[in-house]
């Protein structure tokens, strides 16, 4: 099962490589970190980052290598704006000579980069930024500029204090015309001394949500007061500016400009899995070392993990750990296939590729936030202390939701691109992920055929109940839509209805995705059987949680909606057995939970107990602040009523 997950036994060795590596070297010790203030927990990061490269480059560690590395060290800091966003920008947006000047550099983090593209007043509408690029002829040079205070960049990673360089995206402008918004390469720092270069202002945004987890990171504002880049720094691939001033546009398409968010959504929903997972298995093994009621006789007490409601809580979550694993791989495969046709100039896949990263990034993240606080719930009061690793877990995850793209936004953008094929259905026949929509006919006129609670155990009937239902909802819209005038106006009046159909198709995909996985690539019989359960709860779940829509959609009556229910239930009694097997296949070390209660050994209370004990408060019996403040109030003998 452990081969399974990670994808292959090569994988396999490598993240285990990694993580052994990692657990055991002290200078990555963390679990003293939400003791820290602001300014060590900074510097703390920093050293660690640079005793990673150093690793990198001594142990002479591949690219794979080296991204578990760090993410293994778990310190969200500058180099993954750095590996994430800036050196993937230059690759995707740079020309060759581009490529050839800033790839080595970057590579060898001769320079550190970031991607600035948020302002104070503008995030999800990228159209809509305010810094200028002004090209001057007379110097071969554009001129940035901040010209509102919403102007000023925000939120940039590693930004603050350690970038020398950013990918800013800005209004171009030539000779007072707007072209539309572009990405320049900027210096922002000396690489002598580190101070900003002139007319640039920047700062840090200031705490973020949690303590230790996410304001490791810098995240910046950025100010330009007319400050001065060569031409040959804006990226070229998609637009060139000529040294005359002539604006001209390649064959690549404009949308080519978001490739990087592409890059990036991708590996957010690869990595859904991975903190997902990280808190399912922490509140799988404190469910089974937990006891609550039930003695009797004097002998022991229920595991928690034996109460129904505790497995219909906890067992959807583990399933669906298992089905971003997969989504995350398929869509892996998906992005390789894109980068390499965009490399060779066929961009007849990117809509496609846009609408399934947004869509399961959407997806992915809400669920796997929404889980790792169910999960803290499962591990009850104790899951609310840091120990348990859970709330840390869930400051640093909860963003995820926000960045790269706002998950009410990508879904509508989901959305487009499921009118747009339906609205084209006529003449041109939807291919990959959108396939089921050109056999509307059957899936709008079939009803289910299950008749017992065992006929659910079947991947052809639950795919065609997810098809149907996407089918109908995604129809249904189209059908309201074309009854506005203004098609604009159609889509905003109906964007609930439009981001419920594009959850409905995300999930699709996932359901399906776990089952091509168990059809084609399983090895071992028993890993498969097992792997089969998974996948009908994750599917039968989703179905009980959204059967609102199946029998709105006149596809399941009320009988099969609860047929599908009882199942659901019988199968917790299947995953019971495997839980802690199916946890500890995700090779999760103590290190990396850093949870008490997540322990591989469940020895929880002592170390629970222990834990506690190294608080800084506990450092003394009298602390700081007792004998001024609680004293006094002790000596005075007062009574509220006579104050
Ligand atoms: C603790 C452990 C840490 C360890 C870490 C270890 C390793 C790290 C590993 C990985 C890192 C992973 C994650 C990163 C971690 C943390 C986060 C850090 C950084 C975060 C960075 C950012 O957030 S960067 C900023 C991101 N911003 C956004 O996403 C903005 C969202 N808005 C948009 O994308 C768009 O503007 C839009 C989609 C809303 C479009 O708006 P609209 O005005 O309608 O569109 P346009 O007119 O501009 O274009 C429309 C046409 O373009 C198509 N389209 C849109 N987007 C794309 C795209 N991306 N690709 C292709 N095509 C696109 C759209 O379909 C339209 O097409 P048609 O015209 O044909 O319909
Ligand atoms: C931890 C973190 C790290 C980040 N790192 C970077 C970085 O390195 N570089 C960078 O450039 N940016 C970065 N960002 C910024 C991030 O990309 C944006 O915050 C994100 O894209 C969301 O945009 P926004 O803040 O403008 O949200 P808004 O768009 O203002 O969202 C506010 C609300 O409005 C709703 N809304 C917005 N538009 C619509 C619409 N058309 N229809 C319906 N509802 C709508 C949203 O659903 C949401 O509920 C980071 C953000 C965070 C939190």
Not at 248 to 253: F, G, I, L, R, T
Not at 314 to 332: C, D, I, M, Q, T
Request: proline share 4%; hydrophobic share 40%.
């Amino acid at each position: 099962m452990k081969v399974a997950w990670a994808g292959s036994r090569e994988a396999f060795q490598v993240s285990d490589r990694m993580a052994k590596l990692v657990a055991n070297d002290p200078v990555f010790e963390k679990f003293s970190k939400p003791m820290l203030g602001r300014k060590e927990l900074f510097k703390n990061t920093l050293r660690k980052a640079a005793y990673a490269w150093k690793l990198i480059n001594d142990l002479r560690l591949t690219e794979e290598e080296a991204k578990w590395l760090r993410h293994y060290i778990d310190e969200p800091n500058y180099t993954d704006l750095h590996w994430e966003m800036f050196v993937p920008a230059i690759e995707g947006q740079g020309t060759k000579e581009q490529k050839k000047k800033w790839l080595p550099l970057a590579q060898t983090m001769q320079i550190i980069g970031t991607y600035a593209q948020t302002e104070l007043g503008h995030g999800s509408n990228v159209q809509g930024l305010e810094t200028t690029a002004t090209f001057d002829r007379q110097t071969d040079e554009f001129v940035m500029h901040s010209p509102t205070l919403t102007s000023s960049k925000w939120w940039p990673g590693g930004m603050a204090k350690v970038a020398t360089h950013a990918i800013v995206y800005a209004r171009l402008i030539i000779d007072g015309l707007f072209h539309g918004v572009h990405g320049f390469i900027v210096q922002l720092r000396s690489l002598e001394d580190h101070s900003p270069l002139p007319g640039l202002t920047l700062g840090d945004i200031g705490m973020k949500f949690g303590h230790g987890t996410y304001n490791t990171m810098d995240n910046g504002v950025l100010r330009f007061d007319h400050v001065r880049i060569p031409r040959n720094q804006m990226l070229m691939r998609v637009s060139q500016v000529t040294k005359e001033g002539k604006y001209a546009q390649s064959d690549v398409p404009r949308q080519l400009l978001y490739g990087t968010m592409v890059s990036v959504r991708q590996t957010i929903v690869a990595d859904a899995s991975k903190a997902l997972s990280r808190a399912v298995c922490i509140a799988t093994r404190y469910s089974v070392v937990r006891r609550q009621f039930g003695s009797r006789n004097g002998g022991p007490e229920t595991q928690v993990i034996d109460y129904k409601t505790q497995q219909s809580r906890l067992f959807p979550l583990l399933a669906s750990a298992y089905a971003f694993r997969f989504v995350g791989e398929w869509l892996k495969s998906l992005y390789i296939d894109v980068k390499q046709r965009l490399e060779a100039n066929d961009f007849s896949t990117l809509p496609e590729t846009h609408a399934c990263t947004a869509g399961l990034k959407a997806l992915t993240t809400a669920a796997t936030a929404d889980g790792i606080e169910e999960c803290r719930k499962l591990c009850g009061g104790h899951g609310y202390l840091i120990s348990s690793g859970l709330p840390e877990l869930f400051a640093f995850y909860v963003p995820a939701c926000s960045y790269e793209g706002e998950n009410v936004v990508m879904m509508l953008q989901v959305a487009r691109f499921l009118v747009k094929t339906v609205s084209n259905l006529g003449y041109k026949q939807p291919v990959g992920t959108a396939a089921y929509l050109g056999r509307v006919t059957p899936l709008l006129q079939n009803n289910c055929a299950v008749q017992t609670a065992e006929d659910w155990l079947n991947p052809d009937a639950i795919l065609e109940a997810f098809e149907a239902r996407a089918a109908r909802m995604v129809i249904g819209c189209g059908e309201r839509l074309a009854m506005f005038e203004n098609p604009e106006e159609g889509f905003a009046e109906l964007s609930i209805d439009l981001v419920e159909a594009s959850l409905a198709h995300c999930q699709l995909i996932t359901v399906s995705v776990f089952i091509q996985k168990l059809n084609h690539e399983i090895p071992g019989n028993g890993v498969k059987r097992s792997l089969e359960v998974l996948c009908y709860v994750y599917a039968l779940f989703l179905l009980h949680k959204h059967q609102g829509d199946f029998l709105a959609t006149g596809y399941l009556t009320p009988k099969q909606a609860s047929l599908a229910n009882e199942q659901l239930r019988t199968l917790y009694s299947k995953v019971r057995p495997n839980a802690i097997a199916f946890v500890d296949s995700f090779n999760h070390m103590d290190h990396y939970l850093c949870s008490v209660l997540g322990r591989y050994d469940g020895n929880v209370y002592p170390k629970l107990y222990e834990a506690a004990w190294k608080d800084p408060l506990n450092d003394s019996d009298i602390v700081d602040g007792i004998q001024q403040y609680v004293q006094p109030i002790l000596k005075q003998k007062l009574h509220y009523a006579k104050l």
